[in-house]
């Protein structure tokens, strides 16, 4: 039995998944366990795995397509590690990850939850964020403002979707044996643990980096194509049972579900938090705003849907500021020339730098996730 267990559940991503796999066996700590539970991809994904020859890498293969809480619970199911993390199959573990837990570990043996600082990295664009913090050692925080900034949809620069928790936690947690369901499974499965947590551990230390690629549920639950959606639906149903304030294909709807699921499982530990209505609107519309130039193209009633159901639950003056600026504002920059568009980019990137709060890199040379790891430890090496 390893301490810790590194969980991957994939599909059809072989591409990306070389990258997380190489990042997991290459951690500096090296008691450890990869477990990978491959949905009936019809790639190259056994292949991918077995090239590295490592018996360490543990593989599974179903035999038909299930949905992503299965596979996610399948991983977990046949993990040993007393601690664990999930991570995505288009993510990356930074080297040093599991040895500063292990750290912390070894004067804490009774923590339970690990939420370290993350950087994200967007296949689609080249764009690299990464957001800088003060404290690169891992000490014992109070849950209660984690678990507001869930309720409130804060973005959390502390990736829970890519914490380490202890096992026994999560045994506690479990329905029927399983961790992760619903639409969004590891947000639920995550945050469920953190409610209840005993001790929470956090770093700014930057320890992962988050992928976004085409690929992504996320984005497929976005998208304009109509067959990527429907293969989100199929891999992580919207719960028809669980009403949202806005019916539509939404990212933000899959997280709210998750909050009012949060609820319902523990009234006692969430009863003094709410659901920000108000958030939850304002960021449908920062989600209407992030449409690119090529969505603008692809325009379909789908989004004429979106935008007409978002209208009609915001204020008046909201809604014309939303028509007059936003709109024309993605249209400008889609059609901006290049050179314009990095003048802007270099503007901000100064005003980043000096407020130290976070930074966007947007460099054209990093070819997938492992090129932007020099970056990121590079960056945190001047904090």
């Given amino acids: 039995m390893s301490l810790f267990s590194i969980l991957i559940p994939t599909r059809n991503r072989s591409e990306y998944l070389e990258f997380a796999l190489s990042s997991a066996i290459s951690q500096t700590f090296k008691d450890i366990e990869v477990v990978v539970s491959d949905n009936a991809s019809e790639d190259n994904t056994k292949q991918v795995v077995a090239r590295f020859g490592d018996s360490r890498i543990k593989y599974f293969r179903t035999e038909q397509l299930i949905s992503a809480g299965e596979n996610f619970n399948n991983t977990f199911l046949n993990s040993s590690g007393e601690y664990f993390i999930l991570m995505g199959d288009d993510d ?8 500063e837990i292990y750290k912390c570990l070894s004067k804490n043996s009774n923590a339970d939850v690990f939420l370290s600082n993350t950087a994200e990295f967007d296949y689609r664009t080249k764009m690299l964020q990464i957001y800088s913090g003060a404290n690169n050692l891992f000490r014992e925080v109070g849950k209660k403002k984690i678990i507001e900034r869930y309720f409130n949809f804060i973005p959390n620069p502390h990736n829970p979707t890519m914490a380490c928790f202890a096992k026994q936690l999560a045994e506690k947690v479990c329905i029927n044996g399983k961790l992760y369901y619903g639409p969004f499974p590891d947000y639920l499965g995550n945050y469920s643990m953190i409610i209840k947590a005993n001790r929470v551990f956090k770093t700014d230390l930057i320890t992962n980096i988050t992928g976004i690629t085409k690929k992504s549920l996320g984005i497929k639950l976005c998208s304009t194509n109509k067959n990527a959606r429907q293969e989100f639906i199929v891999q992580s149903p919207l719960l028809k049972s669980v009403p949202v304030p806005i019916k539509g294909y939404f990212h933000v709807n899959g997280f709210y579900q998750v909050l009012v699921l949060l609820k319902e499982r523990f009234p006692n530990e969430t009863c003094q938090y709410e659901i920000n209505k108000k ?21 379909d009633s789908v989004y004429f849907g979106k935008l007409i159901s978002f209208l009609l639950k915001i204020p008046f003056f909201v809604s014309i500021t939303f028509i007059t600026f936003h709109f024309p504002a993605r249209l400008l920059y889609g059609i901006t020339p290049e050179k314009i568009k990095n003048k802007i980019i270099n503007i901000y990137l100064k005003i980043a730098k000096k407020t130290a709060r976070s930074t966007i890199y947007l460099e054209k040379n990093f070819k997938n996730i492992e090129d932007v790891k020099e970056k990121v430890l590079e960056y945190q090496r001047k904090f």
């Fill in 92 to 99: 990356y573990l930074l080297p040093h990850y599991l040895e």
């Fill in 279 to 299: 958030l939850y609107f304002i960021t449908v519309g920062r989600e209407l705003t992030a449409l690119t130039f090529q969505d603008f193209k692809a325009f």
